[in-house]
């Protein structure tokens, strides 16, 4: 369904923030319907626990579980990144 809605907008809208990133830091990505529904206590609460790759997958189906328990019917994904500058 994704496919359906890609390229119907002539303008690309981001949201983009620029900055520096000293250690460790886990950014959370994904389409606006996987913020629509969790509030900032939920994420937080998720994505507080995780300890490696497998944690990550399983949290961000927890996330889109969450989410679709709810409701959203918009545009559901997520990615977690995790960044370590040595």
Do not use: H
């Not at 998720?46 to 790759?53: L, M, N, S, T, V």
């Amino acid at each position: 369904m994704l496919a359906n809605f890609v390229g119907k907008s002539p303008n690309l809208w981001l949201n983009r923030s620029v900055g520096q990133i000293d250690g460790e830091e886990m950014f959370l990505i994904g389409f606006d319907g996987l913020f629509k529904q969790p509030t900032s206590r939920d994420m937080v609460s998720c994505i507080g626990r995780i300890r490696d790759d497998s944690e990550a997958g399983q949290t961000c189906r927890r996330l889109l579980r969450l989410v679709l328990e709810r409701g959203e019917r918009d545009n559901v994904s997520c990615a977690l990144i995790y960044v370590s500058v040595t």
